[in-house]
């Protein structure tokens, strides 16, 4: 073990045992407040005179939080609790001396702009999970489940109603939240937490039934009791969402045989979700629409390594939090230069076919047919958390065309996705679980060189706090293993997270012989969750066999990966500022081989003004380290020192402008860099209408860019190969265009368009000269423009190969109309397109890329959707 490590495991030992040095002090008398039952239920209009409410006890004494923390809500807001024996009601009055700022936007929108009023139920009890409604004065809703005490995720779409008025003293808020939205067990009685909050816009004022500081760590376990249900029974969610779409895709002409300029087609199925118990729901669905409504962001990836994108499939968003694996209630995880794995990404199940056909034309589909999935998740009592996954998707096949030969091969075999999770808490603030997945395909014969038949991952994990909360320790652990014929584990030991190939690594070896692959993770980290001071620890480590991508997202293996971080958080109001914070942070990492892949440090800060005003900076240093990774498979190269510094600055982002400009600089000693500067831009020019464009521009080097590996016998400083690199002068442009209009709070349409141009231009060809070395000698090079090709000449050889010159042109847009006509039904109507090309010119000329995006090639997809909720 390293030295450094041992020092790290060390700190984390002594920490633990030290840690009652810090300990806050002890928590507060928990307030309890009672709800009574409603004889008739009241009228949701906004108008609180219905006899429901004047029995119900009024609730008061809000506190703030924004922007005297502590002190008393300058404007009172008062709520009643009432109930019936098929829904919760809440009714609120929001005093002002103005009406209240508005804001109209679609649902589940970020409401922050304007006045609104939160409320948080733990129906369970469990002081670690609960849901969140929000509500503003145009009556735009949001939700969103709450978990591991202080996350939220706001995928999950509940149907409940509420109404709101407004007036020059204020408005008025009237909530109606079924029972079937809402997860607890049969009582005679019920204690339920919760907690409320309201937003002032105008005063700039956040306030909170239950106040906690800035500084404290937890959320759901700080609510309040909420008493006096007494006589109603759980409902057992029985929903069935049925749905029709209709799609034309339009293809601009090409010489490819099988596209045609225009297809249609139409499609229908089902979406059920069962309550199973009161606290389990099975969701279903037959022939699901898992289309996305919003388009990926374009994206340049020159590296080997694959482009993450986040899920947007509504089936997998909602409750996705219950998979989530190694996560307890953190504040940060840091992770510098880490490769943290995403055990289960859900983007694996649908995608685009793997398989390749070698011929002149091919057709295959852009995505994988899922021919069922189903859904299991909630709660079992005694603090257990159960969610699994099973999604079955179909064999695909593609058209393929060899001069006169038309064929069809099979791309994706059909396959069995399978994701078990679940997890049981300790008391109110221990809790561990575990996780497994499977992924079993079908193979065909064409099919068994190239994919693993067979993919698991189990493992445990867990967290505790203590110290009334103020520490945290996270842990994890589990192994994989994949299985396959010979050709497809020597791939996955090929493949660029791990390279076992690499002719001068001691610490493994490709053996073409194998039938499966194994490896282990585990990941352990310490930190204080509260107060000003708060340091945090980590270690974690990946061996080189560990693999999760066929159903999860990993980069790379093969590392221990530590970092000590220090944090300074003041969230008191000074004479000039309202927030100031700073963090530093030391990482090391190595590989199995004990080279030191990456050592260096990195710095924030962060200053909020008394207006709201904000200005913020970091930077770093990393020293040289050992790069496993750049030859692509040969000996390990050294990744040079290098500096990187940054600054923003903003206004308040809730003002009608928002203003936030951005630039960074990041040097290497090769006279590599990347130089970005960007802005943000949103304007809101009435309450229904948001106008937001985001620009940058690049300017990179990348003085060791790797072009080309050359087999030469007689080189043996690299080990009988040379190594080709260039540099690589990069220009890249991205725009974000966004508007979004809102007529109504039922009623919204989304613009987004993404134009993207970037050029590169490769020059100054040069060889690695010995391995682990940073050491590079000129490569004598012939370029012939007619034929867009280069000449490398060596001392024993020379080597031919394509001009790597290119210039990508993109843009990408949708708009989309939503209207939900009633609670959970929607009819969406959809325009995507993305037209792109590449030219092989490597200059950056703004105006004659930008010229040529109209006449780029393009796919477009017209759709309406249409979905009716049905509850039985």
Known sequence: MRPSLRVLCLVLCNTVLALNVFAEDAPKPRPSYRAVRAEKAPVLDGDLSDPAWQNAPEITGFTQRDPHEGEPATRQTRVKVVYDDDAI??????????????????????????DYLTIGIDSQHDRLSGAKFMINPSN????????????????????????????????TAEIRIPYSQLRFPEQPSYVWGFNIGRWNARLHEGSRLVFSKKTDNGYVSRFADLTGIEGIKPRRAFEVVPYGVAREDLASRNDNPFVTPSSQRMDAGVDVKYGLSSS???TGTINPDFGQVEVDPAVLNLSQFETFFPEKRPFFTEGGNIFNFGEGPANSRWGFNTYFPTFFYSRRIGRAPQGSIAADWTDAPGETTILGAAKVTGKLGKGWTVGAIEALT????????????IGKATVEPMTNYLVARATREYGRDSRAGFLFTSVNRRLTDNLEPTLRSNAYFGGVDGYTRFANKSWLFEWLTGTTLIEGSKEAITLAQESPARYYQRPDASHVELDPNRTSLAGFGGRAMIGKQTGHWRPNLQVMALSPG???????????????????VMQYTNTDVGKYTRERSWWIGKYQNWNF??????????????????????????????????????????????????????VGAGNDSRKKFWVEPYIEDSEDELGGYFRRTSLILQYRPAPSLRLRIDPGFNRSRDAAQYVATVPDASYTPTFGNRYLFATLDQRTLDVGIR???????????????QPFIASGDYHSFKQLDEARELRYSPVDTLHDAADATYTARFASQTYDFGDPDFNFRSVRGSAVVRWEFRPGSALFVVWNENRSDVVPFGDFRFRRDLSALPGAPSQDVFLVKFSYWLPI
């Open 89 to 114: 009601y809440f009714g609120a009055v929001m005093e002002d001396d103005a009406p209240p700022t508005p804001l109209l936007a679609r649902r589940d929108s970020d409401l922050e702009s304007a």
């Open 140 to 171: 735009v809703q949001a939700d969103m489940i709450l978990y591991n005490d202080i996350y939220d995720d706001t995928s999950w779409d509940a149907v409940w109603e509420s109404a709101t008025k407004t007036s020059a003293k204020g408005w």
């Open 280 to 282: 389990l729901t099975l």
């Open 394 to 405: 179909d064999r695909e096949q593609a058209w393929f065309r060899t001069g006169a030969q």
């Open 546 to 564: 560990f693999e999760l991508n066929d159903v999860g997202y990993l980069p790379r293996t093969d590392t221990i990966a530590t970092h000590a």
């Open 593 to 646: 081989d004990s080279d030191n892949t990456a050592n260096g440090f990195y710095g924030n800060w962060y200053v909020e003004h008394k207006n709201y005003w904000y200005v913020y900076g970091g930077g770093g240093y990393d020293w040289r380290a050992i790069d496993a990774q750049l030859t692509r498979g040969g000996p390990a190269a050294v990744r040079p020192k290098q500096f990187d510094v940054y």
């Open 739 to 753: 508007a979004d209009w809102t007529a109504t709070a039922r009623l919204s349409m989304q613009l987004y368009v």
